[in-house]
C-alpha cells in the first residue's frame, strides 16, 4: 500500500443550497480507492458518519453493502432517498452505537466530525446541535464509538478514518494524531497514508488516512 497519495476534492453529485455551505465530503475517489484496496463485492461497509452519503452512495455502487449512521435527520432525509438500501441508514447516535442492529462489518471508512482544542461551543457528535463539553471528552467519545465497532469487526476487518490537523487563530490542534491515540487503545493502528488534495480547509493542503485493525488479542 502506497504511503502518499493525491486526490481532486471532487463530488459528481453537487449538493442542494440548504447545504452548500457545510459541504465537508472527502472525494468519491478516496472511497472508490480504499474500498477496491480493502474490500471485496459483497462485503459490509459501515460509515459511523454518513453525512452527506458519500461512503454509502458509493459503497452501492462498487457492490457492497452500505451501512450508517447519521445523526442529522434533514441528512439522513437527503441520503436515504438517493441509496438503492435507504433502510440500512439509520438516523441515530453513533456514541449509542451498540443500541442498533448493525450486521458483522468488513470496513468501516468515514471522516469524523472535527473539534478544536482552543473553542467548543458545540458538540461535534451531535452534528454540532447541543452544548458541548471538552476536548478530551470529544476523544473520549470517538475512542467509546470505535470501541464498539470493534466489536462489529470481523476478524481480516479494517478502519480507515480520514482526518485532518487543524490550524485555527488559537493555535495547532493535532486532530490526527491525537485520534489516533484515542483509537489506539481499542484497535490496533496499522499505520497512516498522506492524503494531498488539490484543494483544503483547516490551514492544510493534506489529511491523513488512518488505518486501524482488531487487536491481536481480540482475534487471538
Known sequence: MRTYLQFK??????????FRQDDVRYADEFVRHFLTEFSNEGDVVFDPF????TTLIVAEEMSRQGYGLEFDPERCKYVQPLLAHPENLICGDATRLSDYQFPMIDLSITSPPYMNKFDHP????????????????YLQGIQNIYR???ALMKPAARVIIEVSNLKTPGGVTPLAWDITQAVSKVLQFEG????CWDKYSFGYDHSYCLIFSLLQQSIG
Open 9 to 18: 476534492q471532487y463530488n459528481r453529485k453537487e449538493l442542494p443550497e440548504q
Open 50 to 53: 454518513v453525512g452527506f452519503g
Open 122 to 137: 458545540e458538540n461535534p457528535l451531535t452534528a454540532y446541535s447541543t452544548a458541548s463539553a471538552s476536548y478530551d471528552t
Open 148 to 150: 464498539q465497532i470493534a
Open 192 to 195: 497512516e497514508t498522506v492524503l
